[in-house]
């Protein structure tokens, strides 16, 4: 394995020891840590890939929109939905594209 | 900065700089942390510092709660045993959390006062953190505090000050 592809793996192994924990804490965490918890992870993902330049501009399009608004979930729950249903709608238009 | 407007304009930071804290800092933390109310005058809080790189990685993954690249962050443990023995098992929990807290808003007002933005975090591994750290299974983690300077101010929340107090008796 070469010296880039350790540290992908190395860097990987965080975002899913990441996910596994946060399914671990979620047993007994509000409900809506959950949806926050997952688009949080998709953030971590596209951040880890492209600091091993793997990427596109829909996936830095999406992390930056999970950016802006992931705390919303801190807030009103209607704020919260609004907000994921419209990056749903994002990853639908970039699936049309 | 008076007390009051401390109090109002702290926010919860999710957003941090590179900009490192210095060690001054976190030691001033620290310190604001003990003179927190402490039941019993127990005073059995742990503070375990982190700034090492290896060390904020693995509370990323530790610590779900632990949102952003905060370049600090400060483990707020209780010292259990010393609870116990001081104040009786039944007592444990009650003065673990209440101190814990209590530190806490003191180390958050603190850094506030300094321009360092916090967080307050209770999503982690307590278990994972005690291996992490090191700590003897006397010393529990029960709050963790992200330390850094805020890449930007959030909007204060809606604080509902009405209908949230009573005088003399409550009332609906």
Redesign the interface.
């Known amino acids: 394995m070469s010296d880039s592809q350790a540290a992908l793996t190395d860097d990987l192994f965080d975002v899913v020891g990441f996910m596994v924990v946060s399914a671990h804490k979620l047993l007994d965490e509000p409900q809506h840590y959950g949806p926050f918890r997952l688009i949080d992870a998709a953030s971590r993902l596209v951040e880890t890939l492209e600091d091993h330049d793997v990427g596109s501009e829909a996936l830095d399009r999406i992390r930056e929109e999970i950016e802006r608004g992931k705390t919303t979930c801190m807030g009103s729950e209607q704020e919260f939905r609004t907000f994921l249903e419209g990056l749903v709608d994002m990853v639908v238009g970039e699936l049309k594209a | 900065m008076d007390i009051h407007q401390a109090i109002r304009t702290r926010r919860?930071i999710?957003?941090y700089t590179d900009r490192p804290v210095s060690r001054e800092d976190l030691l001033r933390l620290v310190e604001a942390g003990c003179w927190a109310p402490t039941a019993s005058n127990l005073q059995a809080w742990r503070f375990v510092i982190l700034t090492r790189p290896d060390r904020l990685?693995a509370l990323?993954?530790?610590?779900?709660g632990f949102?952003g690249r905060a370049p600090a962050a400060i483990v707020i443990c209780q010292d259990v045993g010393h609870i116990e023995q001081r104040a009786g098992a039944a007592a444990v929990d009650f003065c673990a959390k209440m101190d814990s807290a209590c530190a806490a808003q003191n180390i958050m007002l603190e850094a506030h006062g300094l321009g360092l933005g916090t967080c307050a975090v209770g999503?982690?591994?307590v278990g994972?953190l005690q291996d992490l750290l090191d700590l003897p299974e006397h010393v529990v983690p029960v709050l963790l505090i992200a330390v850094g300077y805020p890449k930007a101010q959030?909007a204060p929340?809606e604080r509902h000050i009405e209908g949230s107090y009573y005088f003399e008796d409550y009332h609906e």
């Open positions: 919860s999710r957003r990685r990323r993954v530790l610590a779900p949102i999503s982690f591994e994972g959030p929340p």
